[in-house]
Nanobody, 119 residues
């Protein structure tokens, strides 16, 4: 059984920073792309950033220049460094990863971590 465990959310003032972490645990043979999505109240879940196993990154326009996604393949962990946070960044943040586990390849999601940015 593969699990993604997130940490690092919280409450921060506008202009502040937070760092999210997401560690994959379980029996895994390969992790492909990893990423972060977010969902604000009353809105659809949206892509924030992704990174391939080779380190190629992609960002939503709304976070370019402020957020940085990175991964540590040795630790099966993906990070999201969020700087210059804005109230509109308030959302539940979810990590996801494409993982080849025992016998199958699946898309896994974390449980979500709340990020609240006060003005």
């Amino acid at each position: 059984q593969v699990q993604l465990v997130e940490s690092g959310g919280g409450l921060v003032q506008a202009g502040g920073s937070l760092r999210l972490s997401c560690a994959a645990a379980g029996i895994m043979f390969r992790i492909n792309a990893m990423g972060w999505h977010r969902q604000a109240p009353g809105k659809q879940r949206e892509l924030v950033a992704t990174t391939t196993s080779g380190g190629v990154t992609n960002y939503a326009d709304s976070v370019k220049g402020r957020f940085t996604i990175s991964r540590d393949n040795a630790k099966n962990t993906v990070y999201l460094q969020m700087n210059s946070l804005k109230p509109e960044d308030t959302a539940v943040y979810y990590c996801n990863a494409g993982i080849l586990g025992l016998g199958s390849y699946s898309d896994y999601w974390g449980q979500g971590t709340q990020v609240t940015v006060s003005s």
